[in-house]
Every structure is written in C-alpha cells, then in structure tokens.
C-alpha cells in the first residue's frame, strides 16, 4: 500500500496544451526538477500574487 501522506491531494485537473507548450513545460520540468503539479501550483500562486497586486494598485487609486 502507498505511503500515507501528511497533505493528501485528491483532485486532478487535466488541460490541453499545444505541442509547443508541452516542450515548454517539458523544459521548466528538467531545468527546475519540480513536477508538473508543482510548477502549476507555482504558477497558480503567481498568477493570484498578480492579481492581488492589480487589485491593490486599483483600490488605491
């Protein structure tokens, strides 16, 4: 049996991605050595810091 994990993740989400991106993706993969997960959650976290940001600079205007 698989090892019990601290944080389990139990939801998958798919996308489609061109064969371009797909090679970008393969690259930041073996440049970073991080996972697909881990890179998309990355970025996730980028994108809503961005967001955040836009937000702030907006409601102070």
Same mark, same amino acid.
């Given at each position: 049996?698989? *090892? ?7 939801? =998958?989400?798919?996308?489609?991605? +061109? &064969?371009?991106? *797909?090679?970008?993706?393969?690259n930041l993969v073996? =440049?970073?050595?991080?996972?697909? +997960? &881990?890179?998309? *959650? ?20």
């Amino acid at each position: 049996m698989g *090892r019990m994990r601290e944080n389990p993740r139990y939801n =998958v989400i798919s996308m489609r991605i +061109s &064969d371009d991106e *797909r090679v970008e993706l393969e690259n930041l993969v073996s =440049v970073t050595d991080k996972s697909v +997960s &881990d890179i998309m *959650r990355e970025a996730m976290l980028l994108f809503k810091a961005r967001l955040d940001s836009l937000h702030f600079e907006r409601s102070t205007a």
